[in-house]
């Protein structure tokens, strides 16, 4: 019993984002190589063809490839057992990216410095806030000419809304970058560059010893002081709470890829969080040290290994212990299921698992019954977690298959990749499934959708935009959908659950519709 509750309260799982190219893929490394998963770096696949294949949708298979080997690592490090979750960086996928985070108990944001907040670091910010779970920033690439450290901190307060502690403060950048002063322990680590490709050195020197203005150089030494002096008198105290509830977003500067600073980074991050949280369901919070099993689907991806054309769901698991063989219930189907062959991934392989505890996120094969969303749990408890909301699309098409003989395996695909998530589906009201709807958040998806139904569904598809740019689900008491006073461009249509919509060619018609229409009201997306 106090080996359970101690592999509970040990278990960290957060996910890392970043716009493109700031050092995620470069950060993770460096977790991975203090936990000892990897033997050097490297070794985190897909990076390069990650970027390749956001330029270059036909290489999808390779990127879903990565999305897979990294979308979850488990490692670990002083004693902790850490589960990082990776998020898309391309902005196409930031429903993918929410529901990655509906998995984490807190984020990691990596900004490049010399750049600051940019654009997609705004986009997955957004979707953290959404959660209200806590932001640590890492301020990466100090070894290269960075912008002022109070106009990066500026930055992200004004841009991303969140207040920042500075838990460390750096000292100069790019070739007069000399390390970083810690301010809770009142000393410098100091950075020696070994060159490219290679660790940095740092050493430790207290605020009071005499070496430190050698080491910093009298301008360098003076700034710090003053420096010390600003924060100390112009920041609010550091406030725990206010982190763990995402108010406050500690800040570290570092260099990942000369390995400056993420030691410490982690460190501070592992105490600053907290152990799995407990969710909410419908039979309200379920406490991770419970022993009873449960868990949610955050993730679905078919066809990872298009030899055994297999499709693995994604779980979360929220309280208790999973063992292996163990039977549980699945609540959205009814029925009891067992888990076949539940997987974690180490640094990029996959490894059967024999236990796993809340916190941990397998992966365990779908014989096409689970949706995103959907709980399960042990069999003596019934109950449902919150759902992942659906996103509204932005963009639609009218798709039909080429060939009508192939309609078996065009209603399959886009009905698995709808229940992927990869696609949202619609249909005319009362319609059947010979042409539909498909309603995505970002344009790339209708390239992922062609180019995997022809490949793992043999099926050709003709596609014709739509004009279509706002979707809002109808609810409303009273409301009859096909009574409504709409103006003659707006489309009524129903998804796959049977919730009804409307389809919009511009803003301006939504309010239309809410002035002629008494008691209607217009949901932006779907729980
Ligand atoms: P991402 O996953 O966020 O997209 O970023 P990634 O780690 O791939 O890093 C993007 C580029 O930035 C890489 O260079 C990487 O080496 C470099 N980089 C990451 N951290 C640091 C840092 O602390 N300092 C410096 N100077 N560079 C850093 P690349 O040339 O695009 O790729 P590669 O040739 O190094 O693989």
Redesign the pocket.
């Given at each position: 019993m106090a080996q359970f509750t101690k592999e509970i309260e040990n278990r960290r799982t957060f996910a890392i984002i970043?716009h493109?190219?700031?050092?995620?893929?470069?950060?993770t490394e460096k977790f991975l190589l203090y936990g000892g998963a990897i033997a050097s770096a490297g070794m985190v696949k897909g990076?390069?063809s990650m970027?390749h294949a956001v330029s270059d949708w036909m290489e999808i298979e390779k990127q879903r490839g990565i999305s897979v080997t990294s979308s979850v690592l488990q490692f670990e490090y002083d004693g902790y057992c850490i589960n990082i979750l990776d998020t898309p960086?391309h902005e196409d996928f930031s429903e993918d990216t929410y529901r990655t985070l509906m998995a984490a108990d807190s984020a990691v944001m990596?900004i490049d410095a010399s750049k600051g907040v940019e654009k997609q670091t705004i986009k997955l910010f957004k979707v953290c806030m959404m959660r209200d779970i806590p932001v640590f920033t890492f301020i990466?690439?100090?070894?290269?000419e960075a912008r002022d450290p109070y106009e990066l901190m500026t930055d992200i307060e004004n841009v991303l809304g969140i207040r920042t502690y500075p838990i460390n403060w750096p000292i100069g950048s790019g070739k007069s970058f000399k390390g970083v002063y810690e301010r809770d322990q009142e000393r410098v680590l100091s950075f020696t560059y070994n060159g490219i490709g290679h660790e940095a050195d740092a050493e430790i020197t207290a605020m009071d010893d005499p070496k430190l203005r050698d080491i910093l150089g009298d301008e360098l030494y003076n700034n710090l002081m003053d420096d010390r002096e600003l924060l100390d008198g112009a920041g609010g105290d550091f406030d725990l709470d206010l982190v763990r509830h995402g108010k406050l977003s500690p800040v570290f500067f570092g260099?990942?890829?000369?390995n400056f600073g993420v030691e410490p980074f982690l460190e501070n991050f592992l105490k600053m969080t907290t152990s799995p949280l407990p969710r909410q369901s419908d039979a309200g919070e379920v406490d991770p040290f419970s022993e009873d099993f449960s868990a949610f689907v955050f993730k679905i991806q078919a066809n990872m290994n298009k030899a055994h054309r297999d499709r693995i769901a994604f779980m979360r698991i929220c309280s208790g212990k999973y063992e292996k063989g163990q039977e549980v219930y699945h609540v959205q189907g009814g029925r009891k299921v067992k888990l076949s062959q539940p997987q974690q991934m180490m640094a990029g392989d996959s490894e059967i698992v024999d236990e796993a505890f809340a916190g941990d996120i397998i992966g365990v094969f779908d014989p096409g019954v689970f949706s995103i969303g959907d709980t399960v749990c042990a069999s003596s408890k019934r109950f449902q977690f919150e759902g992942i909301p659906t996103f509204a699309p932005e963009h639609f098409c009218l798709v039909r298959q080429k060939d009508t003989m192939k309609r078996k395996q065009f209603v399959k695909g886009t009905s698995q990749l709808a229940q992927e998530g990869a696609i949202q589906i619609f249909q005319e009201i009362d319609g059947g499934m010979e042409e539909v709807i498909v309603g995505v958040v970002g344009t790339l998806q209708f390239d992922v959708l062609e180019h995997r139904l022809k490949n793992e569904y043999g099926v050709d598809i003709i596609m014709e935009r739509l004009p279509y740019q706002y979707i809002r689900w109808v609810s409303g008491e009273n409301v009859d959908i096909k009574t409504l006073d709409i103006s003659s461009d707006t489309k009524r249509v129903q998804d796959l659950k049977g919730n009804y919509l409307l389809l919009f060619t511009n803003s301006w018609n939504i309010q239309w519709a809410l002035d002629h229409n008494d008691g209607l009201e217009l949901q932006e997306f779907s729980r």
């Open positions: 970043s493109p190219d700031a050092g995620k893929t470069t950060l990076k390069k970027k960086g990596v990466n690439k100090m070894d290269r260099s990942a890829l000369t």
